[in-house]
């Protein structure tokens, strides 16, 4: 049966398969999902046995291994972690096996990222829909996140007032994984202290100071307003331009080169497979946008940049490189806040 986020600890305590599987994003809320499963196992005497699906995964083996029980066998959760564009082969085999042959005092969590409908086989999908619980992850409404941020804050005995919490909610901008990220900093921090809403501010400001490496990440995903927001602040804070264009140049290239791939012919999810799986999602949203012409563009304008920084040519190498993010983010206009001047 299909079971969603928010439903999932009601329906545990109705009933307890043997199969669960999870899919979708955010990552914290998959992990939150994960977390209620093996919770709620190990309570009943299970241990965790974790496995990490790459191209060397042997779906014979790990079913060999859990058949052949000895007399002082342990109840085990088996765990499956798949980080694949999509559910890869022998992950499908071994599932399949799993639930046509059940093994005894034998639990099993197949957790992998973000898919569609479409990218898990229907095969499959009956399979586990009749045999398990299937939770997909989905962001959380509007009206939903201000709860769950309460209840993240309890998790983490923070002292949070309703004015601490407006605030954070007005910063992470519907991001639950930047909020997990501050909460938790904010835990380490303060504790059970309560919290000044003047301190948190503070502390809000200085966590944007620390975004130069999520700048990227807010530019291809097509978040120009964020990415604005996070390159006014690298520059009044005199961030190092030659990272910042070091940052931009690397992935520009990764980028130019799948776009190129694409244009004899690849697949989008292909090309973007081979790159890093932390990668993989922002630099799709980026693809299905931006296209070879553009990107090589860029890449063109990127000599001219460094030239600027190295003070070997005249110009504004900030205004530069804002054209430049606002391109990749969707929005390829001068932004009326950058000082000229400088």
């Known amino acids: 049966m299909k079971v969603y986020y928010d439903q999932l600890k009601q329906q545990l305590q109705k009933q307890s398969p043997n199969f669960y599987f999870i899919y979708g994003s955010p990552e914290i809320l998959s992990i939150d999902a994960q977390t209620t499963i093996e919770n709620k196992i190990t309570s009943d005497g299970y241990t965790i046995e974790k496995h990490f699906i790459d191209s060397q995964f042997d779906p014979n083996q790990l ?3 859990l058949q052949n029980i000895g007399l ?4 085990k959760l088996i765990e499956l972690h798949c980080y694949e564009p999509k559910i890869p082969a022998s992950l499908n085999e071994f599932i399949s096996s799993y639930l046509e042959n059940p093994v005894i005092d034998t639990k099993c969590l197949v957790k992998v990222g973000k898919l569609s409908n479409r990218d898990i086989p229907a095969k499959l999908t009956k399979l586990m829909d009749s045999s398990g619980i299937i939770i997909p992850i989905y962001p959380l409404k509007d009206w939903q996140i201000a709860n769950w941020v309460k209840a993240r804050a ?12 407006t605030l954070i ?3 992470i901008q519907n991001s639950v994984d930047m909020c997990n990220q501050i909460l938790t900093k904010l835990a380490l921090e303060y504790g059970t ?4 809403n003047s301190k948190l501010k503070q502390k809000l400001f200085e966590t944007q100071e620390f ?3 999520d700048l990227m990440t807010h530019a291809l995903s097509g978040n120009s307003e964020k990415t604005l927001q996070v390159i006014e602040k690298l520059q009044n804070s005199n961030a190092p331009l030659p990272i910042l264009l070091w940052m931009i140049a690397s992935d520009i290239r990764e980028l130019t080169s799948m776009a190129h791939k694409m244009v004899n012919g690849e697949q989008l999810r292909d090309v973007v497979s081979k790159s890093m799986p932390m990668k993989r999602p922002i630099y799709t949203k980026a693809l299905q946008r931006l296209k070879y012409p553009t990107l090589t563009s860029i890449m063109l304008r990127l000599p001219h940049i460094d030239k600027l920084v190295k003070g070997l040519s005249q110009g504004n190498p900030w205004v530069e490189l804002q054209q430049i993010l606002l391109t990749i983010s969707g ?3 001068l932004p009326a806040f950058i000082d000229l001047k400088k």
Do not use: W
């Open 193 to 196: 202290t309560k919290i000044d």
């Open 154 to 165: 309890l998790s983490l005995k923070l002292q949070l007032s309703n004015e601490n919490i």
């Open 169 to 171: 909610l007005e910063y």
């Open 72 to 75: 002082f066998h342990q109840k």
């Open 63 to 65: 079913l060999n291994s």
């Open 211 to 213: 975004e130069t490496f």
């Open 331 to 333: 929005k390829p206009i």
